[in-house]
């Protein structure tokens, strides 16, 4: 009978393990999907919307955008501090135009052993427009510029939620328009987000060498 329950117990706390192990498993395929279902919708807006920074020619040759493979260990959690009185400064773009920005904060994430930090930043006319209330902005560079992704760097948008873990998701990290049209004026990621290491995660480079 001890035999048969030990059995029993045993074979409860296995199939409980892998019930679990299915579960993580599920979510983590379900982001993936969600990750190749946005790229593929982003696909489509570039040939459709009426914004798109693609010019006729580019369209009628565009197929699809060019990404890393999607990476689980790309997308990190991150501590997030604000800063009680935000610096406000004008950031520098590939043109002249120099828009005014807010250092909103900081996040530090680890990769690889290693303690890294990204500034945030907020753009002040654009949180002032419905919707973007809440938008923080953190562009960067990393050793794949100029090679692999675009040499002017590369974007990521997050939103204030309040809380002081955020997901800092590099499989979402995109162009500017400047990667696709010079006629665009971009922000020049400040050099405090330069990171010393390959984000082989997010968008690559549009145009070939």
Known sequence: ??????????????????????????????????????????????????????????????????????????????????????????????????????????????HKGKTLTLNVYQNIELVKKPGYEKHLFIPFNDKTNGKETYGGGRFMDITETGENKIILDFNEAYNPYCAYNHKYSCPIPPEANNLNIRVTAGEKKFHAD
């Open 1 to 110: 009978m001890r035999i048969l329950i030990a059995f029993s117990i045993i074979t409860l706390l296995f199939c409980s393990a892998a019930k679990a192990q299915n579960t993580a498993e599920f979510n983590r395929s379900a982001y993936l999907k969600k990750v190749e279902k946005d790229r593929k919708l982003k696909n489509t807006e570039m040939l459709g919307d009426e914004k798109s920074p693609l010019t006729e020619d580019e369209k009628a040759a565009f197929k699809n955008l060019n990404y890393f493979k999607p990476k689980v260990k790309f997308r990190k959690e991150a501590n997030f501090e604000r800063f009680d009185q935000a610096t406000h400064f004008l950031m520098k773009t590939t043109t002249e135009r120099l828009p005014e920005y807010s250092l909103y904060g900081v996040v530090t994430f680890q």
